[in-house]
Every structure is written in structure tokens, then in C-alpha cells.
T-cell receptor, first 115, second 111 residues
Framework: GAVVSQHPSRVICKSGTSVKIECRSL??????MFWYRQFPKQSLMLMAT?????????EQGVEKDKFLINHASLTLSTLTVTSAHPEDSSFYIC???????????FGSGTRLTVV | GNSVTQMEGPVTLSEEAFLTINCTYT??????LFWYVQYPGEGLQLLLK?????DKGSNKGFEATYRKETTSFHLEKGSVQVSDSAVYFC??????????FGAGTTVTVRA
């Protein structure tokens, strides 16, 4: 079945530094990748949608300069949290939409802690 | 607007009990509907889906039927196990291929 690899699974960083999270579709080409944020005991909040080779589309209220998304190929998208602050601590999940079948596959998530 | 309303938890059950999690949606047209499951510390896994009215999705003993009359997609399982303890999300797809999720329902099954 379709597999999406997301890493790192956990990262701790200092305030002011930047962190990059990778999301890779292993056995299919992803037309579109989605980035979500999940707070404890809450649902997933869509942050942005990225299409290969074009700029990401951000949801209202999400700072595009803070959450940089790059979708350089049909199998890789990255989310960079720039100048991280403790309030950016959260669980970040990516999802990839299969170019052919249209199904959605989720990564295993990244737990970011900013200290 | 397009949204998903899901029964709030948490839900605590004994093994072999019957589980129902209610989900209703608002939408124009007939969007595809999904149930996802999230185990502790993990991402989401697709549990089942239905793409048109009256479809029944099923997997691992779970079932949900797409009811256009009541705009519902309730999740059911006749006999739960401890391993079913997780958070369950109802979701629908929008015209721009984005998934909208319900708030999630935490289910705990006790032996």
C-alpha cells in the first residue's frame, strides 16, 4: 500500500532556531501534499496545501514566512518552522494525495518541542 | 459551509461492547466521507470510506453507511477490543480536495 515517510518523528530545538520536517511518498507520486498541525486532544488543523513546482497555498491565519513549505518533486515536501518559539510546539502531520488513485496517505507525524 | 460534526468523547467501553460514534456533515453535493484512526503518538490511518450515497464502508469489524437523508456517516463496531483504543476522526472531502476533519473522539476499551 501507499506509504508516506515523515521525519524526524521527534525534535527538540531552542527558541530562535529553525527546524525542517520532511515528508516523502515512497511508492507513489503525490500531486498534492498537505501540512497539518494538531494540538493535544484536538483535531487536525490544515496549515497549507502544496503542489509540486508551485507555491504553497496557506490557510487563513497561518504565517507563510514562518512556516516555509517547499514541494520540489512529486515525492518530497518539506516544512520549515523558522525562528521557532515555544508556542510553535505541536504535532505536525503531512498527507500526500496520490496522483493516480486520488487517495490520501498520512505521515506518522513529527512532535516538535521548542525550549 | 462545509463541515463535519462528530460526537464528542471520551468514550470508555468494556471489551466486546458495541461502539457507535456519530458523525454528520454539511456540504453541497455528495462528498466522499472517511473515518480515520489515530493511535497514540502516530499519524492517521484510513479506517474506511464511502464515496456515494448508501455506500457502506467496512474494515476490521468497523462499518459506516453514507446516509444522504440524514447527512450522516456514523461509525459502528459490534464487539470492540482493547486494541481498538484510539482517537477516531470523521472527515469529508471538499471540492478543492482538502479534507475537513471532525473534532475526534477518544475511545478507550477496558479489558
Amino acid at each position: 500500500g501507499a506509504v508516506v515517510s515523515q521525519h524526524p518523528s521527534r525534535v527538540i530545538c531552542k527558541s530562535g532556531t529553525s527546524v525542517k520536517i520532511e515528508c516523502r511518498s515512497l511508492d507513489f507520486q503525490a500531486t498534492t501534499m498537505f501540512w497539518y498541525r494538531q494540538f493535544p486532544k484536538q483535531s487536525l488543523m490544515l496549515m497549507a496545501t502544496s503542489n509540486e513546482g508551485s507555491k504553497a497555498t496557506y490557510e487563513q491565519g497561518v504565517e507563510k514566512d514562518k512556516f516555509l513549505i517547499n514541494h520540489a518533486s512529486l515525492t518530497l515536501s518539506t516544512l520549515t518552522v523558522t525562528s521557532a518559539h515555544p508556542e510553535d510546539s505541536s504535532f505536525y502531520i503531512c498527507s500526500a494525495r496520490d496522483r493516480q488513485g486520488g487517495g490520501y496517505t498520512f505521515g506518522s507525524g513529527t512532535r516538535l518541542t521548542v525550549v | 459551509g462545509n463541515s463535519v460534526t462528530q460526537m464528542e468523547g471520551p468514550v470508555t467501553l468494556s471489551e466486546e461492547a458495541f461502539l457507535t460514534i456519530n458523525c454528520t456533515y454539511t456540504a453541497t453535493g455528495y462528498p466522499s466521507l472517511f473515518w480515520y484512526v489515530q493511535y497514540p503518538g502516530e499519524g492517521l490511518q484510513l479506517l474506511l470510506k464511502a464515496t456515494k450515497a448508501d455506500d457502506k464502508g467496512s474494515n476490521k469489524g468497523f462499518e459506516a453507511t453514507y446516509r444522504k437523508e440524514t447527512t450522516s456517516f456514523h461509525l459502528e463496531k459490534g464487539s470492540v477490543q482493547v486494541s481498538d483504543s484510539a482517537v477516531y476522526f470523521c472527515a469529508r472531502i471538499s471540492n478543492d480536495y482538502k479534507l475537513s476533519f471532525g473534532a475526534g473522539t477518544t475511545v478507550t476499551v477496558r479489558a
